[in-house]
Structures are given as structure tokens and as C-alpha cells.
């Protein structure tokens, strides 16, 4: 598997850029300021996809910051602040952000025209599908403490046998660091559906910006979930729903909408914390 054959995903990085300034993500707005010049597609502007992408920042953020564990990975990164975020807060963490070098070296670019890029933050090129890409970085981490894996919107535009090298190569780094993985991609297939009907040309758009938006690579249900990462060797520690942080979100106000609107957009979206199973 080469970077090449991943490279239709790469417009994804850019659709959720623009939903996250309608939110209060910190740096959000600077990063958009910066892609926008490359004139951005309407087709890719799609305001209510921020309710979805708002609360699954802020749930992971939550999660990885309860998890007290001060060495992290993101796969697949994307112009994600977060890693930006954290490390201004906190200079004891280490985080590194894994993604293909066509989006690690503008995220660099990026981040450099507003702000000087902490020296614990690690954009590093590679692909998270590839053993050593992701196993270099474990330069940047203390082999003696933990770390907590983060990804969202990675394994949706993967197959079943792409989701499988991924969880294999996060099951051998925490195999021997311990820790965490914590992820959105596992939300069932149910809520695809749930997407079209409240954001009806999303997933159309999406499948004609990249050939990877396969509705047959999502889960069935969480059972499915369980059983396929159980069979890699992972044990789901909690299932969160999106609407756990409901409250904390600002770009319901921002939009205009309601409860029930925003309940409808956060519908069967959960977030899944899993840890290696205990040989």
C-alpha cells in the first residue's frame, strides 16, 4: 500500500476545516484563513457538519485529557488543532500527528504563518496503514509511560482489511507502552444514514470528491465493532455518545438551531475507547 493509493482522501482534511470556525476550537479560524486562499469548493462547505465535528473534538479532547496520559498520537491528523492546542497548555506532553506528506507539510506551512510550533508538537509524514511509519513515532515518546491514540474520520474511508492493519499496528505500540485508543470511527452504519437525512448531499458530494466513501466499510452495529477489534486483540473499555457533550457545544447557537435539530445531527455518533486485551 503507497501514499498514492490514499490520495482522494486528502480533500477530507479540507471539508472539515471549514465547519470547525463555526465552533470555538481554538485555531480553527487561523487555519481556514490560510487554505481559503487556495479557494476552497462550495461543494465542500457544509455549515451543519460542524455539530458532528465540534462534539467529536471536544469528546475526544475530554477523554484524552481524563485518560491523564501526556503522550499522544493522532492518525491521520488532517488541519486538526488540537495537538496545537494541548501542547501550548500543557509544555509536559509530548503529541505527535501522523498524516500523508502532502497534508503534514501544509499543515506545517499552515501553522507557522500565525504562530510559532511548540517544541513538543510533531507533524511527522507517513501513513498510518505502514508499520514504520507509524512505529518511528515512538521517538518522540518515553518508552517507560503510556500513550492514548486518537483518530477521527480514518478507518470510515478504509476496508475491512485496511481497518485491520491500522488496529494491528496501534495494538503493537500500545502493546508495549499501554495506554489508550480512542476513536470516532467506529460509529455504526446506522448513523450514515442518519447523515443523509439530515445533511442530504453530504455523503453524495463526498463520493464524487473521493472514491473511498464505501457505505459497505462501515460496522454493522456495535456488536460487529466488538467482534472485529476483539479478533485483533483489542477490549472496548466505554462506548460514549456525541451528545455527551452536547451542552459544551457552540455552533448550535452559531447555526441557529434547536435541540431537536441538534439532537437529530448527533444521532448514533459515538466515540470508543479501547485498550489491548490482557493475554
Not at 67 to 76: C, F, G, R, V
Not at 160 to 172: G, L, S
Amino acid at each position: 500500500m503507497t501514499n498514492k493509493d490514499f490520495e482522494s482522501v486528502i480533500p477530507t482534511a479540507i471539508l472539515t476545516a471549514y465547519p470547525r470556525t463555526l465552533t470555538d476550537i481554538p485555531y480553527a479560524k487561523e487555519v481556514f484563513n490560510v487554505l481559503n486562499k487556495d479557494k476552497i469548493p462550495s461543494n465542500l462547505i457544509v455549515d451543519k457538519l460542524a455539530v458532528e465535528l465540534e462534539a467529536r473534538y471536544k469528546l475526544i479532547s475530554k477523554l484524552l485529557e481524563e485518560s491523564n496520559i501526556n503522550q499522544i498520537l493522532e492518525l491521520a491528523s488532517g488541519y486538526s488543532t488540537r495537538g496545537l492546542d494541548l501542547t501550548v497548555r500543557n509544555d509536559q506532553m509530548s503529541y505527535v500527528e501522523l498524516d500523508l506528506p502532502q497534508v503534514g507539510d501544509k499543515k506545517i506551512e499552515i501553522l507557522k504563518t500565525f504562530t510559532t510550533i511548540p517544541k513538543n508538537l510533531h507533524v511527522i509524514s507517513g501513513n498510518a496503514l505502514n508499520k514504520e511509519d507509524v512505529d518511528k513515532c515512538e521517538q518522540y515518546f518515553d518508552e517507560e509511560s503510556q500513550i492514548a491514540i486518537a483518530n477521527e474520520g480514518l478507518l470510515r474511508y478504509l476496508n475491512f482489511d485496511e481497518k485491520k492493519h491500522v488496529a494491528t499496528n496501534i495494538r503493537n505500540l500500545l502493546s508495549k507502552h499501554g495506554g489508550l485508543w480512542i476513536t470516532c470511527d467506529a460509529t455504526p452504519r446506522k448513523f450514515i444514514a442518519n447523515q443523509d437525512a439530515n445533511l442530504p448531499d453530504f455523503n453524495k458530494s463526498l463520493s464524487k470528491i473521493s472514491d473511498r466513501n464505501n457505505a459497505s466499510w462501515r460496522f454493522s452495529n456495535i456488536g460487529h465493532v466488538k467482534e472485529f477489534f476483539d479478533e485483533i486483540g483489542f477490549a472496548i473499555e466505554s462506548v460514549h455518545p456525541l451528545s455527551e457533550v452536547k451542552e459544551e457545544l457552540t455552533s448550535p447557537k452559531t447555526l441557529d438551531l434547536n435541540a431537536r435539530q441538534v439532537d437529530d445531527l448527533l444521532k448514533d455518533a459515538i466515540v470508543v475507547v479501547m485498550k489491548v486485551k490482557e493475554r
